[in-house]
């Protein structure tokens, strides 16, 4: 049930993404007398059945959108309508061509969810009482469309066998432009609060989720990215940020290399008595083989599913799956990036750190032995620990060695070191130890 609401949850988050969306190719379509074939060429979202009516003053245009590439798990029986009444003036379409002041036009839009015949009748129930959203629009004559747009806060209990489950979010807003001449967008919507309760010790809070998407350049066939997507909960003091994760499509091979970045966050961690705040996760994984990364994960999602494993064995097949995806995992020079690391110990002190590591694919591939990797790693990471945040798993004696040693460098408030790798040399601290 809960993949269920997160689908229908999803599917109006992209509805509000899209809205201006759709009401630019409304537009589009009158203005260039495009057919409706064309508009279901768009990868994400079609418009079909649509039905327009031109008055002097207003016009009326209505019809279904529909959600493609969504992927099965994300497909839910049901159908988006739309309607959108426009107030213009008498020559409004026909001053679009031209640029005319004229050609403001204000929309008044809704959309509403309705379940196709073939529903399961309790999830078409829910679908039925999912409230429309409304949406205001400024079409302006510069060609390009703003639109503010909101959802009503919405609650329902019901159930799942014998048991009460009850959904609850506290609406839905966003806003956006879109500019139907260059193909350029601008859209963010954010769903403030969301939760599944289904006993009071299963109990799924979002504090909020915010996407947002952009597109410059007026290049049509570019890639329509997700740059930011937000998760909050404030019961478990947790955050989580996915920026700009994409597949690149510019070639069959960059067909293969994803980069991802991750962030998260804490209110205040705590651990052993000690507790930080706030505190922050940045990484970056570059140049992995898509192939091979999706092999592993259906190799520990197999492995995690047997009952019958220890965990040393659970240990040796994953490891095993690793070694014999290495090569092809190597010929790509993935990267790892710690961006950031941030943990505020109090006092105004921090624990950061930063750096990266990398392996020369080529270089790697032609080792005697993967134990000699150092020898095709290129790394570079640096760190400041403060002194009071240090003092508390060493004693002054092992402190002072580390110094003697020159691996920490000591300044008035913390310890630095800086250790970099490259040509099969470690360097810590500007002094050679390999």
């Known amino acids: 049930m809960k993949k269920v609401l997160g689908g229908i949850i999803l599917l109006v988050l992209v509805l509000l ?26 990868p994400s979202m079609g418009i079909k059945d649509l039905d327009y009516q031109r008055g002097w003053f207003s ?30 003036g008498p020559v409004f379409w026909s ?58 806060a919405y609650a329902k209990t019901f159930k799942e066998t014998s048991k009460p489950v ?22 963010e919507a954010e769903m403030p609060s969301f939760s599944i309760t289904e006993n009071e010790a299963d109990v799924f809070i979002v504090d909020k989720i915010l996407l947002s998407a952009a597109k410059a350049g007026g290049d049509t066939s570019a890639r329509y990215d997700i740059e930011r997507i937000a998760f909050n909960n404030k019961i478990s003091h947790t955050r989580f940020n996915l920026d700009k994760a994409y597949v690149a499509a510019m070639s069959k091979e960059a067909e293969e290399v994803y980069n991802s970045t991750f962030e998260t966050g804490f209110d205040n961690l705590t651990n052993n008595d000690l507790s930080f705040a706030p505190a922050k996760l940045e990484i970056m ?11 592993l994960r259906e190799t ?8 019958s494993m220890n965990s040393d064995m659970y240990g040796m097949m994953i490891m095993g799956k690793l070694m014999e995806l290495l090569p092809e995992i190597l010929k790509r020079d993935p990267k790892f990036t710690l ?32 134990t000699m990797l150092i020898q095709a790693v290129n790394a570079e990471f ?21 110094m003697d040693q020159g691996l920490l460098v000591s300044d008035e408030n913390y310890y630095r070191t800086k250790a970099t790798i490259k040509e099969g040399h470690v360097t810590i601290n500007g002094n050679t130890i390999m």
């Open 382 to 402: 640096e760190a400041s620990l403060p002194k009071a945040f240090l003092n508390t798993f060493m004693d002054l004696g092992q402190l002072m060695q580390l």
């Open 166 to 187: 009850v959904i609850d979010f506290a609406g839905l807003n966003g806003n956006g432009t879109y500019n139907w001449a260059s193909k350029d967008f601008d859209f």
């Open 17 to 42: 993404m899209g809205a201006p969306w759709y009401i630019g190719k409304q537009v589009e379509t009158f203005y260039t007398q495009l057919t409706d074939e064309s508009l279901m060429n768009n």
């Open 285 to 295: 994984l570059d140049n992995l083989d898509k192939a091979s990364m999706d092999t």
């Open 59 to 88: 016009s009326v245009i209505t019809g279904d959108i529909i959600l493609k590439a969504m992927g099965e798990d994300l497909a839910l029986p049901a159908v988006i309508r739309f309607k959108s009444e426009v107030t213009h």
């Open 339 to 370: 961006t950031t690391l941030n943990l505020g110990t109090g006092k105004d002190e921090a624990l950061t750190a930063t750096g990266y590591a990398e392996i020369l694919g080529e270089q790697a591939a032609n080792l005697p032995s993967m």
């Open 95 to 152: 001053a679009l061509s031209s640029g005319s002041p004229i050609g403001l036009a204000l929309d008044r839009s809704s959309a509403w969810i309705e379940p196709v015949e073939e529903s399961d009748p309790e999830l078409a129930a829910i679908i039925k009482e999912f409230p429309s959203f409304e949406m205001k629009s400024h079409i302006g004559f510069d060609k390009t469309i703003a639109s503010v747009y909101s959802i009503a």
């Open 300 to 307: 520990i999602n197999d492995v995690a599913a047997s009952g």
